[in-house]
């Protein structure tokens, strides 16, 4: 579907697009929803966990690229049947890359500019992949064609330069010499704004010229993202044409730039922002795309009529270089790209406002002329004022024959001026050639080595550099390393790569593959340490990110489809082989968790980048470890419910065994940091600054992106179920506590104890049948921390402590222990009295469907222990807790949305409760009912319903009691395992000993179950005497 905005722009808008793409094979996978639909210039946006919540928005085109299209013989994504709604590059580009084309033609200045978030169709739009190309190329092949049908009207010159802005550094991506290290610099001019400075310009006259310098740039944007260890998708790619029309005829000269510029994924931006680090640097993580945004929010706003004081355009460099696009002379047109997918509906919502504010910036694009041009315009003025006289003169039958000399010589030069200007771009583009046919024939070489021997092919997070850069290993023995002196030696840079790091051997149509001492190998998922045969589509990761596919001889190739070895594939293959798995069978039957799924995602998308934290630690010799964790991924909370499982970071340094916790956000910022650390630590190396200060390593702690001020950890949690407090029943447990990702942290032993209210413990007598009597009357109860046993934290270290923590009820703040240091053991002996002074229904569900979670933190030295903020905290005369307060009088709540939630809730649960009350009361009465039937006498039903019952508790409560105790000896076996030094002898006394333990639990649980069959049936028994049906 191509459908363009019926009602007509004013011309100089910013133009907006926006584009669906298909599901990729993570959507797919996962049994995504479409949360996308269009209709003409419209497009709606569903919430996918409130589905009547939907945003719509309006733009000039929307482009359904989503489904409907089948792959044709050439390899082209086309509707799939003429006319159908599937928008393919042709029709994109008809309407955006036409449009741009015209502009430039006239003279103007024009922008594209391609925004979202990471994987959502970017390049595709701008470059494409393969056979389908995107706007950029085809916006060159139109533009050559263009020309030479103008030919004869006036002559065209076309400058290409490509550039990459990360990190604010500006890299010339078609430069040849060496990089310069801090980047080229941009600066402004009067006349121009902002340009960069020694940027290479070159001059083209053919597409598949500029196609070639494309495919250049991209190589340069490769290795360099290799060799500094740079993410591709956080940095921006410019592409700038100038062109340059003369009109010889005309005596005019237009010029234009046309910016064609493919983002840094959008949500990099965000995922720092959102959470408060200590290093605040790190929010700039991409200064220019954040800066972008402020200055089209500023533009927007301007559009609006409001008054804006200042637009952040010199805050970065990428708003430096597209000040004329935004809000300036330019006509420009944005393409935002989006996921279809339920699991990115926050990026496609974010991204889809992004767009539309930068639909209300307006432009004023004015018909360009360059200083050259007027002075040939000006010359030839001059040219043809001075012919005019002499011809004057000689009319006027004057022999003035020094000045018509005179005349003759400044008309010469003139044109000697004018055609030097000329020759120049003739002398440019000569020498463009020539550099391009050396380029053209070192890639007939390359696609002629590919066809007689095997390679690595590099794989890239971003598909646009995949498959880019190509290593053959012919036959013989290759060293594969930083190393590059030998003849016989792959050079490759990364991170963690050795000067000498593997060997491949090429013998006899075999290739093997040896890793060297204290290099890091990776193939198939699996470490190697030995020498390894390598087989057609092998994955290698050397180092710790460096990614290749193994292509082998051309006779073992067939016609596989390389591509589903994409970063992803590597990357979940390294996730299996530590036990993480999306297992394809539920992938494949659509029923995976989304959330579940996110955290996957998250997971094999933060792995490479620890796996390059820990390098980067260890080159620097910080001494920490980086630890990808899933938060809660074995607890639930006090309902019981899965909590939101999450990733994080765990980090420890080797030599004070602290250890921190951070989020993602967190880590993701750290690790920007961290590549700036080191990026200058390698520059230090390399001006050879190595010898005292390594200044970059010996950061103050303050500024240290690999230190933190240590805090309490959260270990792990346990539940205490309350149910036994509705029912006045005491209860004692030995609680495991189980940390985030299921291990045993500890044992806890605590007790619940319903008491009075001057704390002496409740007897058997006060055990209740029906716990609605608790209702509207004074409940007091103590919870009872006696000990921890068995502490894993403190037994790693002993310099550390514990204190638990705990929640209940209605209490805002949590209450700690104190803290116990040092014993793996710690005696608490930690008990609170709660007081409910009017025990509403709320509290008695809340005790029938809840549990008290138990928090236990880990103390470590230099930390302050948490303590209990008792500020809020409401207390008795006697000193006790008070739970349960009647909630605030409805005035008070009034105002936010929140609170009008709260009422709302706060409404239901008193009908709820009102419901309650009647359906008791029916049910009572129903009982009644029953009972006179059955006895013809109500009163004798009455009487001897309560003795029953009292009967059935005290069968309960007995087995209750043993319960508890069998309870206990399950914990026992649980904890009884082998010593791990334990001989062959160890081991059967072991096994006998869990016979015994088993035995003695078996026998336990028979007796108790027995007890309670025997107990009950006698109770029937009676019953049915009383009742009389045996009489
Ligand atoms: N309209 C489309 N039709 C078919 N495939 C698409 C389309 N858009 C994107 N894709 C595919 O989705 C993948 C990611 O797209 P692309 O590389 O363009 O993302 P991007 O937005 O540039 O991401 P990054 O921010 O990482 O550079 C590619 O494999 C691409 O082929
Ligand atoms: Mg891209």
Redesign the pocket.
């Known amino acids: 579907m191509r459908a363009k905005a019926s009602e007509v722009h004013n011309k100089d808008c910013v133009k907006v697009a926006v584009?669906?793409?298909?599901f990729?094979k993570r959507e797919q996978d996962a049994g995504s929803r479409c949360i996308v639909s269009m209709a003409s210039t419209s497009i709606s946006i569903q919430d996918p966990r409130e589905s009547q919540n939907r945003r719509a928005f309006c733009f000039d085109y929307a482009?359904w690229?989503?489904s409907g299209?089948v792959r044709d013989h050439r390899g082209l994504?086309v509707p799939e049947e003429p006319g159908g709604r599937y928008?393919?590059?042709n029709s994109v580009f008809q309407d955006l890359g036409e449009g741009i084309l015209e502009n430039a033609l006239q003279g103007y200045n024009a922008t594209l500019l391609?925004y979202?978030?990471?994987?959502?169709?970017?390049?595709?739009?701008?470059?494409g992949?393969g056979p389908?190309k995107g706007l950029v190329p085809k916006l060159c092949e139109r533009l050559f064609q263009a020309i030479r049908e103008n030919q004869e009207s006036g002559q065209c010159q076309v400058f290409f330069s490509m550039l990459e802005i990360y990190n604010e550094q500006v890299v010339d991506l078609l430069s040849r010499g060496s990089r310069n290290p801090g980047g080229l610099r941009v600066r402004e001019e009067q006349q121009r704004g902002f340009y960069v400075e020694g940027l290479r310009m070159i001059p083209c006259e053919s597409a598949p010229q500029v196609e070639q310098l494309m495919e250049q740039g991209t190589r340069t944007r490769t290795t360099a993202a290799t060799h500094v260890n740079a993410n591709?998708?956080r940095s921006h790619m410019l592409i700038i044409l100038q062109l340059k029309q003369i009109f010889s005829k005309e005596s005019t000269t237009k010029q234009s730039n046309i910016n064609l510029v493919?983002?840094?994924?959008?949500e990099r931006q965000r995922s720092s922002g959102s959470e408060a680090d200590r290093l605040k640097e790190g929010t700039a993580i991409n200064l220019s795309l954040t800066t972008l945004g402020n200055v089209i929010s500023a533009l927007a706003d301007v559009a609006v009529g409001k008054r804006v004081v200042h637009i952040p355009y010199r805050d970065s460099v990428l708003t430096k270089l597209l000040q004329s696009a935004l809000g300036g002379n330019s006509r420009t047109v944005m393409i935002a790209?989006l996921s279809p997918a339920d699991i990115c509906y926050e990026e496609s919502l974010s991204t889809l406002r992004y767009a539309e504010r930068a639909k209300r910036i307006q432009n004023r694009a004015v018909v360009n002329e360059s200083p050259t041009e007027r002075l040939v315009k000006e010359l030839k003025a001059e040219n043809a004022r001075l012919l005019q006289r002499l011809s004057r003169m000689g009319q006027e039958g004057r022999r003035a024959s020094e000045e018509t000399k005179e005349l003759r010589q400044l008309l010469t030069h003139n044109e000697l001026q004018i055609r030097a200007i000329q020759t120049l771009w003739e002398q440019h583009l000569q020498e463009a050639l020539k550099d391009w046919e050396q380029q053209y024939a070192t890639l007939t070489q390359e696609r002629r080595m590919m066809q007689m021997h095997p390679y690595i092919l590099n794989i890239n997070?971003?598909?646009?550099l995949s498959g880019v850069v190509k290593l053959f290993i012919q036959e013989g023995e290759w060293i594969i390393g930083l190393f590059d002196s030998s003849q016989r030696s792959i050079s490759i840079k990364g991170l963690g790569i050795q000067e000498r790091h593997a060997v491949f051997r090429n013998e006899k149509r075999r290739v093997t593959l040896t890793p060297l001492p204290g290099s890091k190998v990776i193939v198939n998922g699996n470490a190697v340490y030995q020498t390894t045969e390598l087989q057609h589509l092998d994955r290698l990761i050397l180092g710790s990110n460096s990614t290749y596919l193994f292509i082998g001889y051309p006779s073992e190739r067939g016609a596989d489809d390389w591509?589903r070895y994409?970063y992803d594939y590597f990357q979940s293959e390294l996730a299996a082989a530590e036990g993480i798995h999306l297992g394809e069978s539920s992938a494949g039957s659509n029923q995976t968790d989304p959330s579940l799924l996110a955290v996957f995602y998250d997971y094999i998308k933060l792995m490479p980048m620890v796996a390059e934290a820990n390098q980067m630690s260890q080159e620097l010799n910080k001494g920490v470890e980086f630890k990808l964790e899933i938060k809660n991924l074995a607890l639930s909370d006090s309902r019981g419910h899965d909590l939101q499982k999450d990733i994080v970071v765990r980090v420890t340094s080797r030599g004070s065994k602290q250890v921190w916790v951070w989020s993602k956000a967190k880590f993701v910022n750290r690790k920007f940091l961290m590549e700036e650390v080191y990026q200058q630590f390698q520059a230090e190396q390399r001006e050879g600054e190595r010898a005292e200060g390594l200044s970059a390593v010996a950061l103050p702690r303050e500024k240290d992106p690999f230190w933190d001020p240590v805090e309490p950890l959260l270990l792990g949690m346990a539940h205490l179920w309350l149910q036994s407090l509705a029912f006045h029943i005491p209860l004692e447990e030995q609680l495991e506590v189980l940390g985030s990702e299921g291990t045993e942290e500890a044992i806890l032993q605590a007790q619940l104890v319903p008491c009075t209210s001057t704390g002496l413990p409740l007897g058997e007598d006060d055990i209740l049948i029906d716990p609605t009597e608790v209702l509207g009357r004074r409940l007091d109860f103590q919870l009872v921390l006696d000990q921890c046993c068995g502490v894993r934290w403190i037994k790693e270290a002993r310099n550390r402590g514990v204190q638990i923590g705990f929640r209940l009820f209605d209490c805002s703040q949590p209450l700690y222990t104190p803290a116990v240091w040092h014993n793996i053991n710690p005696l608490l002996d930690h008990r609170v009295h709660f007081t409910s002074l009017c025990t509403s229904q709320r509290l008695l569900d809340y005790l029938q469907s809840s549990a008290v979670v138990v928090e236990l933190w880990g103390l470590q030295e230099g930390c302050t222990s948490l303590s209990s903020s008792l500020e809020a905290v409401k207390m008795t005369a006697e000193g006790t807790f008070i739970i349960d307060e009647p909630g605030p009088p409805e005035t008070a709540a009034a105002g936010s949305g929140l609170s009008g939630s709260i009422r709302a809730l706060q409404r239901d649960l008193e009908e709820l409760r009102s419901v309650n009350v009647s359906l008791r009361k029916e049910n009572q009465s129903l009982r009644e009912q029953l009972n006179s039937a059955k006895n013809g006498e109500g009163v004798r039903g009455r009487s001897m319903r309560p003795s029953c019952d009292a009967e059935f508790a005290r069968a309960l409560k007995v087995f209750y009691h043993s319960m508890t105790s069998v309870r206990a000896q399950l914990q026992r076996l649980h904890r009884h395992r082998p010593s791990e030094e334990s001989d062959l002898l160890g081991l059967r006394l072991f096994v006998d000993e869990q016979s015994r333990l088993l035995k003695d639990f078996s026998e336990q649980l028979e007796q108790s179950v027995s007890t309670l069959k025997q107990d009950v049936a006698a109770i029937v028994r009676r019953k049915r005497e009383r009742s009389g049906i045996w009489s």
């Open positions: 584009r669906v793409r298909p990729n482009y690229s989503h299209f994504y928008a393919d590059q391609a979202g978030q990471t994987g959502s169709g970017k390049s595709y739009s701008m470059m992949y389908n591709s998708s493919d983002l840094a994924g959008s790209t997070e971003d598909a646009q591509s994409d």
